[in-house]
Structures are given as structure tokens and as C-alpha cells.
């Protein structure tokens, strides 16, 4: 598992930290669902940014790859929302 400052200030607490995952897994699929609606460059861009904050805030190395990708991607790009898809996949 990954270790980030975050996972350094909750200290030991193993109920902490999945409930803390589980947040970041439900939210990116918030996100994702969000990113795989957008239809124009502003609502695809949001989504993605917003979905790589989320990921470096939570130190999700792949998760903020694929989101870096959405940002680089066209709307209703279907590499991108599969890698962003996989990579909330492995958040599990």
C-alpha cells in the first residue's frame, strides 16, 4: 500500500485508513461518472483535474496517471475513461 503524509498523520489506525479509502474509491467514482458525462472541454477538464487532486491527495500514483491523461484528452475519450476507470478498479 501507499504511504503518504496523510497515512503518517492518522498514525496506526487500520479502521481509519479504509474508511478513508473507501471515501477516495466512491468519490473518484463520482468523478469518473462525471468525466465520462461531460461533452464539452470545460465540464471534461473539471472533472479531470478535480479527479487528479483527488488522487494526489490521497498519493494514488495511478489514478493520478490516468486523470493526468483525461486532462490531456479529448471529451468522451475512450482510453482515458478506461484507464480512469481500471485505475479506481485497483483502488479496491
Same mark, same amino acid.
Given at each position: 500500500r501507499r504511504a503518504t503524509s496523510l497515512q503518517m498523520? #492518522?498514525?496506526? /489506525? !487500520?479502521?481509519l485508513m479504509e474508511e #478513508?479509502?473507501?471515501a477516495l474509491a466512491d468519490n473518484a467514482r463520482v468523478l469518473a461518472d462525471l468525466l465520462a458525462r461531460a461533452r464539452c472541454d470545460a465540464n471534461w477538464l473539471s472533472a479531470a483535474e478535480r479527479l487528479s487532486g483527488l488522487a494526489a491527495s490521497f498519493g494514488a500514483r495511478k489514478l493520478m496517471g490516468a486523470a493526468r491523461l483525461a486532462c490531456d484528452s %479529448? !471529451?468522451? /475519450? !475512450?482510453? %482515458?475513461?478506461?484507464?480512469?476507470t481500471k485505475a479506481i478498479a485497483g483502488l479496491d
Open positions: 498523520a #492518522l498514525g496506526h /489506525d !487500520p479502521a #478513508l479509502n473507501q %479529448a !471529451p468522451g /475519450d !475512450p482510453v %482515458a475513461i478506461r484507464a480512469v
